[in-house]
């Protein structure tokens, strides 16, 4: 089952998310569509922006200068809020992808669905839940790598102030992972089975999860996807169904 790919705007809020995780964030936002529209926001004269600037020649990312007038207050936001509302104005774009953890962002998420296109979120576990159920699909930084953004993210910060060294070695995360609510997938289930349908494609499956928790995802609870997820579950059994020589798993009651 082909998902509809669309043309996306990818935002990042460069004082809220990670410089090593770019390759990561593009690849997610593959999934869903072409990033044609890339952009960074922070302000470029602070040294916690160094990580972005090895990165945005890279992956093709253009840098927006926002100064911080006020302290404690964050220009980022309302720049990138501004931009997001004449790229959508400007009809260039099916979709967005916005890259932050920040509950600043909830209205923009809504005013974008409220026209009717896609939009997604790419965020730390901290984010708000608010911002992510106003997206349609958000994703977790911390599934996207090794790295703990939240550390990364301090450290950044940290080299902002004098005296004190930034390490380069990466900190691997050793969070446990959550426990599987298995009614989460009963439901998604039963949602998307018809009246005489025994085998579901699993892709339908999934839609369906996403609809319920936009933050599904298998990877948040040890499973590579959501074929291994099924499998590991003692209600369920996954078939393979084989179109075109590419494997379309369905997933059925024992």
């Given at each position: 089952?082909q998902?509809?790919?669309?043309?996306?705007?990818?935002?990042i809020?460069?004082?809220n998310?990670s410089?090593?995780l770019?390759?990561?964030?593009?690849?997610?936002?593959?999934?869903?569509?072409?990033?044609?529209i890339?952009?960074?926001?922070?302000?470029?004269?602070?040294?916690?922006?160094?990580?972005?600037?090895?990165?945005?020649?890279?992956?093709?990312?253009?840098?927006?200068?926002?100064?911080?007038?006020?302290?404690g207050?964050n220009s980022?936001?309302?720049?990138?809020i501004?931009d997001?509302?004449?790229?959508?104005?400007?009809?260039?774009?099916?979709?967005f992808?916005?890259?932050?953890?920040?509950?600043?962002?909830?209205?923009?998420?809504?005013?974008?669905?409220?026209?009717g296109?896609?939009?997604?979120?790419?965020?730390?576990?901290?984010?708000?839940?608010?911002?992510?159920?106003?997206?349609?699909?958000?994703?977790?930084?911390?599934?996207?790598?090794?790295?703990?953004?939240?550390?990364?993210?301090?450290?950044?910060?940290?080299?902002?102030r004098?005296?004190?060294?930034?390490?380069?070695?990466?900190?691997?995360?050793?969070?446990?992972?959550?426990?599987?609510?298995?009614?989460?997938?009963d439901?998604?289930?039963d949602?998307?089975a018809?009246?005489?349908e025994?085998?579901?494609?699993?892709?339908?499956?999934?839609?369906?999860?996403?609809?319920?928790?936009?933050?599904?995802?298998p990877r948040?609870?040890?499973?590579?996807?959501?074929?291994?997820?099924?499998?590991?579950?003692?209600?369920?059994?996954?078939?393979?169904?084989?179109?075109n020589?590419l494997?379309?798993?369905l997933v059925?009651?024992?």
């Amino acid at each position: 089952m082909q998902e509809k790919k669309f043309n996306l705007a990818v935002l990042i809020d460069g004082d809220n998310a990670s410089a090593r995780l770019v390759k990561e964030i593009l690849d997610e936002v593959s999934k869903y569509g072409k990033a044609t529209i890339r952009r960074i926001y922070g302000d470029w004269t602070t040294p916690h922006m160094n990580g972005w600037k090895e990165v945005i020649n890279q992956y093709s990312f253009n840098p927006i200068q926002k100064f911080a007038y006020t302290t404690g207050k964050n220009s980022t936001d309302s720049s990138l809020i501004i931009d997001a509302m004449d790229i959508l104005h400007g009809n260039s774009v099916d979709g967005f992808c916005i890259v932050s953890s920040d509950s600043d962002y909830t209205g923009l998420a809504k005013r974008i669905r409220e026209e009717g296109m896609f939009v997604m979120g790419i965020g730390r576990r901290i984010t708000p839940l608010a911002f992510v159920q106003s997206c349609e699909i958000f994703t977790f930084a911390e599934n996207l790598g090794e790295e703990d953004e939240a550390e990364e993210i301090k450290d950044d910060k940290k080299a902002d102030r004098p005296n004190v060294v930034k390490s380069s070695t990466p900190k691997k995360s050793k969070r446990p992972y959550p426990k599987l609510d298995l009614r989460l997938i009963d439901r998604a289930f039963d949602i998307s089975a018809s009246d005489e349908e025994e085998e579901i494609h699993i892709a339908k499956i999934g839609a369906s999860l996403r609809k319920i928790d936009p933050s599904f995802d298998p990877r948040t609870f040890g499973f590579r996807n959501l074929t291994e997820l099924f499998k590991s579950l003692n209600k369920y059994t996954v078939v393979r169904n084989e179109v075109n020589g590419l494997n379309y798993p369905l997933v059925k009651l024992k």
